[in-house]
């Protein structure tokens, strides 16, 4: 079991950054980082496996980053130039698959989720 706990939410304007936080009570072999905005499906953004390969949904490259802190067992994702249309609540995800599995999507695969942290961005 893994437990997750997002933090680092909140309003920003248009343009603006914020650093969202996942404390995990294990690191898994991927991590990562889904958002769901009202109305929409949940969708990936970014994933982190335990070699530091990174993968990137298109709406976000180049805009987001995600990091981790094997230590410290926390989850970052560094999100910069934000649009309004970025505005949903942010839930950090885990999951055991093996690295060539680990991608911003198939929601299946990913059995532990956090609560959620709401990011709003105003134009």
């Known amino acids: 079991q893994v437990q997750l706990v997002e933090s680092g939410g909140g309003s920003v304007q248009a343009g603006g950054s914020l650093r969202l936080s996942c404390a995990a009570s294990?690191?898994?072999?991927?991590m990562g980082w889904f958002r769901q905005a009202p109305g929409k499906e949940r969708e990936g953004m970014a994933v982190i496996d335990s070699a530091g390969s990174t993968r990137y949904a298109d709406s976000v490259k180049g805009r987001f980053t995600i990091s981790g802190d094997n230590a410290k067992n926390i989850l970052y994702l560094q999100m910069n130039s934000l649009k309004p249309e970025d505005t949903a609540m942010y839930y950090c995800?885990?999951?055991?698959?093996?690295?060539?599995?680990?991608?911003?999507?198939?929601?299946?695969?990913?059995?532990?989720w956090g609560q959620g942290t709401q990011v709003t961005v105003s134009s």
């Open positions: 294990r690191y898994t072999a991927c």
């Open positions: 995800a885990a999951s055991d698959v093996p690295s060539h599995y680990c991608v911003p999507a198939n929601l299946m695969r990913y059995p532990y």
